[in-house]
C-alpha cells in the first residue's frame, strides 16, 4: 500500500535548547534562512509523502503559520513589487497538505505518535522527528521508502554511534540481512552503559504498520515515566518483522546546542547564495585556531 502520510511530532518543550525555546517554538529555529522544520517537511515532499500531521502543543500556532498562507503578506509584497518573494511565501504555503492535532499531555513520543492514530487511519506511514536533520543524495525517507517496497514490513533508520553514546537513543539489536539493512531482534530505549552490545542508534525517522497504534494504545509508561515509541516497536517487532536501515547520507542532531551549529556549517556550504563567501570565511577562521 502507499504510503501517503507523514506525522511530525513537534509538541515537546526543547528544553535543551533553553532559553532560545522559550517563547518560540525549538522547530522555529532557523538553519541559514529556513526554520529547521522547513527542512523536514521538505524532505516529505521530495519523498512524494502527500499530507503531514503535526503533533502540536500550545505554544506552537508559530509552525501552522509558517505552512499557511498570509493573505496581508502577499498583498505587502505585491504592492512593493516584491513579486519574486511572495511567490516564493505562496510555493511555501501549497507545499503539502498540513493538518494539526493536538497533544493534551505531555506523555512521551509515543503517545504524540498515538493522537495522529484517527488522521492516520488503516494505512502505513511515516514519522519524522524535528531535531533529526538528515543530508544526502537521496531524501532519507524517500530510501526507506525504497527499502519498504522490498520488504514490504516497518522500517527504522539507524546509524553507528560511538559506544559511551548508546544512552542517549533508541538501540536496536538485529541480524545483518542485507547491505544497509538488519532484521531486528531487540529494541531498547536508552539502555543504561553495558547493557547492549549493539551500536545502532534509531535517528528520527520510521515508517510504520498501522498496527503501531494497537500497540501505542497499550503501551505503559517505560524509560523516564514516558510511553516510549520503542517499546510499541518491540511489540510490532516481534509480531511483524522489523528493518533497521543504515541510511545514506549525515544526520545532525539540530535539538542539541553543538548539533545545530554543525548543521548550520553544513547546510550553509550548501546554500547557493552563500555558499562561496561561507566557505571562505570558514576556511578564515580555521586558520586562526
Ligand atoms: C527519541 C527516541 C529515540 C531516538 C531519538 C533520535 O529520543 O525516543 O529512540 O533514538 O529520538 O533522535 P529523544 O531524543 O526525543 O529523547
Do not use: W
Not at 536533520?133 to 519498504?148: A, I, K, S, W
Amino acid at each position: 500500500m502507499k504510503v501517503r502520510k507523514a506525522v511530525i511530532p513537534v509538541a515537546g518543550f526543547g528544553t535543551r535548547f533553553l532559553p532560545a525555546s522559550k517563547a518560540i517554538p525549538k522547530e522555529m529555529m532557523t538553519i541559514v534562512d529556513r526554520p529547521t522544520i522547513q527542512y523536514i517537511v521538505e524532505e516529505v515532499v521530495a519523498s512524494g509523502i502527500e499530507q503531514v500531521i503535526l503533533i502540536t502543543s500550545e505554544g506552537k500556532s508559530a509552525i501552522e503559520n509558517h505552512f499557511d498562507y498570509n493573505f496581508q503578506l502577499d498583498h505587502l509584497l505585491r504592492d512593493k513589487k516584491k513579486e519574486r518573494l511572495a511567490e516564493e511565501m505562496n510555493h511555501l504555503s501549497n507545499l503539502i497538505d498540513v493538518v494539526s492535532v493536538r497533544q493534551k499531555k505531555p506523555l512521551g513520543l509515543g503517545h504524540a505518535i498515538l493522537q495522529a492514530r484517527h488522521v492516520v487511519g488503516d494505512e502505513p506511514f511515516v514519522v519524522l522527528l524535528g531535531d533529526d536533520l538528515v543530508l544526502g543524495e537521496v531524501p532519507c525517507t524517500r530510501q526507506m521508502l525504497n527499502l519498504y517496497n522490498d520488504v514490504g514490513e516497518s522500517v527504522v533508520a539507524v546509524q553507528r554511534v560511538p559506544k559511551e553514546e548508546t544512552y542517549q537513543y533508541g538501540i536496536v539489536e538485529g541480524r545483518p540481512q542485507s547491505d544497509r539493512v538488519h532484521r531486528i531482534k531487540r529494541m531498547v530505549e536508552k539502555p543504561a552503559p553495558g547493557t547492549t552490545s549493539s551500536d545502532m542508534a534509531i535517528i528520527g525517522r520510521y515508517l510504520l504498520q498501522p498496527e503501531i497504534f494497537d500497540y501505542l494504545a497499550t503501551t505503559t509508561p517505560g524509560h523516564g515515566g514516558e510511553i516510549q515509541l520503542t517499546d510499541a516497536l518491540q511489540a510490532l517487532a516481534n509480531q511483524r518483522g522489523m528493518y533497521a536501515y543504515e541510511f545514506e547520507g549525515t544526520r545532525f542532531d539540530a535539538g542539541d546546542k553543538l548539533g545545530y551549529l554543525k548543521a548550520i556549517i553544513a547546510f550553509g556550504l550548501r546554500h547557493p547564495e552563500i555558499c562561496e563567501n561561507f566557505g571562505d570565511h570558514i576556511k578564515k577562521v580555521a586558520k586562526q585556531l
